[in-house]
C-alpha cells in the first residue's frame, strides 16, 4: 500500500469520527430546544429503546439530568439493542431455572 492510501485512510476515520461528533452535538441542542427526545441517566431500557425507534436516530445524547443537559455519554443504538437482547437472554435463562 503507497504512503498515501494510508493517509487518506486516516484521514476518512477522522471525517467519521467528526461527524459523529457533530451529530451528537446537534443532537444535544435539539433535545435542550425541545424538538427531539435524548435520554437522561435515569433513564432505563425501555426508555432507551423507545428514544432510539421514536427518533430513528444511531446516536442518542445521554445527559446527566433534564435540567441542565450536560453531556455525559452517547446511547449508540447496537449497544442498547445489544444490552436488550441480553436481558432477554438472561430473563430465559431464569425463567428456566439456569441462574
Same mark, same amino acid.
Given at each position: 500500500?503507497?504512503?498515501?492510501?494510508?493517509?487518506?485512510?486516516?484521514?476518512?476515520?477522522?471525517?467519521?469520527?467528526?461527524?459523529?461528533?457533530?451529530?451528537?452535538? +446537534?443532537? #444535544?441542542?435539539? *433535545?435542550?430546544?425541545?424538538?427531539?427526545?435524548? %435520554? /437522561?441517566?435515569?433513564?432505563? &431500557? @425501555?426508555? !432507551?429503546?423507545?428514544?432510539?425507534?421514536?427518533?430513528?436516530?444511531?446516536?442518542?445524547?445521554?445527559?446527566?439530568?433534564?435540567?441542565? +443537559?450536560? #453531556?455525559?455519554? *452517547?446511547?449508540?443504538?447496537?449497544?442498547?439493542? %445489544? /444490552?436488550?437482547?441480553?436481558? &432477554? @437472554?438472561? !430473563?430465559?435463562?431464569?425463567?428456566?431455572?439456569?441462574?
Amino acid at each position: 500500500m503507497a504512503q498515501g492510501d494510508h493517509s487518506s485512510i486516516g484521514l476518512l476515520g477522522s471525517l467519521r469520527r467528526l461527524t459523529r461528533n457533530v451529530q451528537v452535538v +446537534l443532537s #444535544l441542542l435539539a *433535545v435542550g430546544i425541545g424538538l427531539t427526545a435524548g %435520554l /437522561a441517566a435515569t433513564d432505563d &431500557l @425501555d426508555a !432507551a429503546l423507545r428514544a432510539h425507534g421514536a427518533n430513528g436516530k444511531v446516536n442518542l445524547p445521554v445527559v446527566d439530568n433534564r435540567e441542565n +443537559l450536560r #453531556l455525559i455519554g *452517547v446511547a449508540r443504538e447496537p449497544e442498547v439493542a %445489544l /444490552a436488550y437482547h441480553r436481558a &432477554l @437472554d438472561q !430473563a430465559r435463562a431464569e425463567e428456566h431455572g439456569e441462574v
